[in-house]
T-cell receptor
Framework: AQSVAQPEDQVNVAEGNPLTVKCTYS??????LFWYVQYPNRGLQFLLKYITGDNLVKGSYGFEAEFNKSQTSFHLKKPSALVSDSALYFCAVRFTTDSWGKLQFGAGTQVVVTP | GAGVSQTPSNKVTEKGKYVELRCDPISGHTALYWYRQSLGQGPEFLIYFQGTGAADDSGLPNDRFFAVRPEGSVSTLKIQRTERGDSAVYLCASSIDSTNEQFFGPGTRLTVL
């Protein structure tokens, strides 16, 4: 069965320190991978995606993610976290065996950045 | 506005009642998706429209749920005989086509008492 996992319910980091949010997937074939962020009482905001090409993808607000095919991972990273990065982050996968583009989301990781 | 809008933002209803949730996608986006997000979980796919037709409704939990998009723009998610387990945030997303990123609306929080 195809799946996506975010192994950490919460990540705590001090402002200015590097931030990493983990995502792994299980799939046959090559997936499309996405990261979204959700602020309280707001919809999901698109951060970045990997379709093909360079394994390091740069996105909005200084975030980047690295696609690692051998480890089936797509971890989200930011070199220097801000307090305003505190939010709920979702990894999502579109399986290329699916023609219609529906996304399968992880359970989410709450990021808490302390001053 | 340039984004996806959803109305109402909150809906409280009683068990057994009928509800309609509306989604206005970004202009020109042909692909429209409905997801449901329960507390502490990621969004779960419900249904996908390409134009006016429901191309994939495999995520609808049962026949109490139905959605339409009659003119290829606005979509309405309809829930009959609501149950307490239907309480969740219902999210709508649109995309220029099925291969690109989806843009989400703020959601409708449905509470069934």
């Amino acid at each position: 069965a195809q799946s996506v996992a975010q192994p950490e319910d919460q990540v705590n980091v001090a402002e200015g320190n590097p931030l990493t949010v983990k995502c792994t997937y299980s799939v046959s074939g090559n997936p499309y991978l996405f990261w979204y962020v959700q602020y309280p009482n707001r919809g999901l905001q698109f951060l970045l995606k990997y379709i093909t090409g360079d394994n390091l993808v740069k996105g909005s607000y200084g975030f980047e993610a690295e696609f690692n095919k051998s480890q089936t991972s797509f971890h989200l990273k930011k070199p220097s976290a801000l307090v305003s990065d505190s939010a709920l982050y979702f990894c999502a996968v579109r399986f290329t065996t699916d023609s219609w583009g529906k996304l399968q989301f992880g359970a989410g990781t709450q990021v808490v950045v302390t001053p | 506005g340039a984004g996806v809008s959803q109305t109402p933002s909150n809906k409280v209803t009683e068990k057994g009642k009928y509800v309609e949730l509306r989604c206005d996608p970004i202009s020109g986006h042909t692909a429209l998706y409905w997801y449901r997000q329960s507390l502490g979980q990621g969004p779960e796919f419900l249904i996908y429209f390409q134009g006016t037709g429901a191309a994939d409704d495999s995520g609808l939990p049962n026949d109490r749920f139905f959605a339409v998009r009659p003119e290829g723009s606005v979509s309405t998610l309809k829930i009959q005989r609501t149950e307490r387990g239907d309480s969740a945030v219902y999210l709508c997303a649109s995309s220029i086509d099925s291969t690109n990123e989806q843009f989400f609306g703020p959601g409708t929080r449905l509470t069934v008492l």
